[in-house]
């Protein structure tokens, strides 16, 4: 099956720790991304990347580090200089060679720090 | 990418037609419309687009008005299970000329879809 896997569901860690978030797919796409997700928000974009070894900062890339070695994979490190890291993380993938442009979500990894 | 405004939340009897409106008045020429939903604690899910026609396919269908100033999202048989937030979003498309960057997702309109 093609898609994207986030893992894992569920993070916990404890403040002042960096911790990776990792999100792979197998749809082929050019394009990644990361958001972030508050309760009861829409989500804000972290990161992205159009392209292997490029990507540019989102809305809120303060305390947040990515890398894009390979097409598949996009992982999202979150850092201790992150000042609210608990949060719902969902990261995407997409192509520009259609018009519809739609986003392909993974299921998501529910971060909480303490 | 232009501003869209929803209600809120909204219910609806289940088997019934949900009608979810969006209002996107400073929409410019060339920005397509967006819907998505999130099922609670997943990932969004693309649901349909359109420029200016209205538009269907096998999740719902998207009526967007001659000024192109508001659009609605029709689901025709509501079930259970598309109880959700459902997110209305503006933007160029990269295919058109937009950029690849993210989607601007604002609060949505959480649908309740009553038994």
């Known amino acids: 099956d093609g898609g994207i896997t986030q893992s894992p569901k569920y993070l916990f860690r404890k403040e002042g720790q960096n911790v990776t978030l990792s999100c792979e797919q197998n749809l082929n796409h050019d394009a990644m991304y990361w958001y972030r997700q508050d309760p009861g928000q829409g989500l804000r974009l972290i990161y992205y990347?159009?392209?292997?070894?490029?990507?540019q900062k989102g809305d809120i890339a303060e305390g947040y580090s990515v890398s894009r070695e390979k097409k598949e994979s996009f992982p999202l490190t979150v850092t201790s200089a992150q000042k609210n890291p608990t949060a719902f993380y969902l990261c995407?993938?997409?192509?520009?060679?259609?018009?519809?442009?739609?986003?392909?979500f993974g299921p998501g990894t529910r971060l909480t720090v303490t | 990418d232009a501003k869209t405004t929803q209600p809120p939340s909204m219910d609806c009897a289940e088997g019934r037609a949900a009608n979810l409106p969006c209002n996107h008045s400073t929409i410019s020429g060339n920005e397509y419309v967006y819907w998505y939903r999130q099922i609670h604690s997943q990932g969004p899910q693309y649901i349909i687009h359109g420029l200016k026609n209205n538009e269907t396919n096998e999740m719902a269908s998207l009526i967007i008005t001659e000024d192109r100033k508001s659009s609605t999202l029709i689901l025709p048989h509501a079930t259970l299970r598309d109880t959700a937030v459902y997110y209305c979003?503006?933007?160029?498309?990269?295919?058109?000329?937009?950029?690849?960057?993210?989607?601007?997702f604002g609060k949505g309109t959480h649908l309740i879809i009553q038994p």
């Open positions: 990347s159009q392209i292997v070894n490029d990507f």
């Open positions: 995407a993938s997409s192509t520009s060679r259609t018009e519809a442009y739609e986003q392909y």
């Open positions: 979003i503006v933007r160029v498309p990269p295919y058109s000329g937009g950029g690849a960057d993210g989607l601007t």
